[in-house]
């Protein structure tokens, strides 16, 4: 049996003690919460060794394709606690899939254990940032924007930079039973013809030190969070609010959910909780899924926070997965998010549409100038929404009078 197999044994032993309990309609007794427990830790514990073996083998294949060896470097833990069930985030593997393929270009040349010898300019295709490192889960939650969102091919109704779709617009439900004779319903789905564009995504460095390149592990760390990071918050951001072209400002956004036309939205009710209430029995309402929200940071916080008794008392919840529960989803923070917005809804009705791979430049045209070089990071990617009223928008903070 298998590591993976492993794990998914222990929570699957775990789940149906509680689903037992559940299902008698009474709370576990000490004998089944011990035996639980028993299970969840067996879980962590095989992970663990999952993750590691992972991360070793990963870490190893990128050093050795640069001529390098540093004890220990794959042996730490990346990411938050929430983010533990990734063996690596998706960012990080880009960068050593980026390293691995400036190595194999010619583009950076090993020196001996201190770093990087050389670096030469040119470009490289590197793997685009959201198929780049997908994480390897175990019932996990599903805690970014990126992870939520739909994949979209760029072979669907692709002409040139342009694409097309179709958007629903209206659903009407009349079925119904009919006695013999009866005219049969007609349901109403009503579809319009979208054209779109694929847009480039770029991100540089600014001009960076040559003995930058003396410490690879630094080097490493400046693919990954200034390019690679920075890049994926700046498409969250316009996946959720993006408001299109703007010639002035020299932009090309996407347009975002938010400012998608026939979106769904739920004004502010009396208090946070009742208003998140009601956005979620929108869904049920009329017997549409969702599978997860999308909160500004501060709103999660401001639930984390409350109390039973208002300021007083235990917290409502215990924690993030206590929210999620009681959302009916998971919960993705973002920056991107507008402050007093949320969104939840059934993401796999949008989709982001990464075309082809992306592209990492590098310059050492000033080596000679100021003894410095830069990178830069670029790829095109399209954005649609085929069911605008699968999104519900949420005003998270009362209106002022």
Do not use: C
Not at 73 to 87: A, F, H, M
Not at 155 to 169: L, P, S
Not at 286 to 315: C, H, I, K, S, Y
């Amino acid at each position: 049996m298998t590591l993976k197999d492993q794990m998914r044994e222990a929570l699957a032993k775990a789940k149906a003690i509680a689903a037992k309990a559940e299902a008698e309609r009474r709370d576990m007794t000490d004998d089944e919460v011990t035996a639980a427990r028993g299970h969840l830790n067996e879980f962590e514990r095989v992970k663990a060794l999952y993750e590691k073996g992972l991360r070793s083998d990963e870490t190893m294949r990128a050093l050795r394709s640069i001529g390098l060896g540093f004890p220990g470097l794959g042996d730490e833990p990346t990411g938050s606690k929430d983010s533990r069930v990734e063996v690596y985030s998706r960012r990080n593997v880009w960068a050593q899939k980026a390293m691995r393929s400036l190595n194999e270009r010619g583009l950076i040349t090993a020196g001996g254990p201190d770093g990087v010898k050389a670096l030469v300019s040119g470009s490289i295709s590197v793997p685009n940032l959201l198929d780049a490192g997908d994480p390897v889960e175990i019932d996990a939650p599903r805690r970014t924007l990126l992870d939520l969102i739909g994949r979209g091919s760029p072979r669907d109704g692709r002409v040139g930079n342009e694409f097309q779709y179709m958007r629903q617009t209206t659903r009407t439900n009349n079925a119904a039973a009919i006695a013999d004779g009866e005219n049969k319903p007609t349901s109403i789905y009503t579809f319009g013809e979208v054209t779109d564009h694929y847009r480039t995504y770029v991100n540089k460095t600014e001009d960076l030190p040559y003995r930058y390149l003396a410490d690879y592990e630094r080097l490493m760390d400046v693919v990954e969070k200034q390019l690679a990071e920075d890049m994926m918050v700046a498409i969250e951001q316009d996946i959720l609010s993006g408001e299109g072209p703007d010639e002035e400002a020299g932009t090309d956004a996407f347009v975002g959910i938010l400012e998608t036309t026939g979106i769904q939205v739920q004004v502010w009710a009396t208090d946070l909780l009742t208003t998140l209430s009601n956005a979620k029995h929108k869904f049920i309402a009329q017997e549409l899924p969702f599978n997860g929200w999308v909160l500004n940071p501060t709103d999660l916080q401001t639930l984390e926070l409350m109390r039973e008794d208002g300021a007083t008392g235990p917290f409502l919840f215990s924690g993030r997965s206590a929210i999620e529960d009681w959302l009916g989803g998971p919960v993705a923070t973002s920056a991107g998010m507008p402050t007093g917005n949320a969104l939840v809804g059934d993401f796999t009705q949008a989709e982001i549409i990464p075309l082809g791979d992306d592209e990492l430049v590098v310059d050492t045209g000033k080596r000679t100038t100021n003894n410095t070089f830069l990178l830069m990071h670029e790829g095109r990617y399209g954005f649609r929404v085929k069911k605008p009223g699968a999104f519900v928008q949420v005003e998270t903070i009362e209106p002022e009078e």
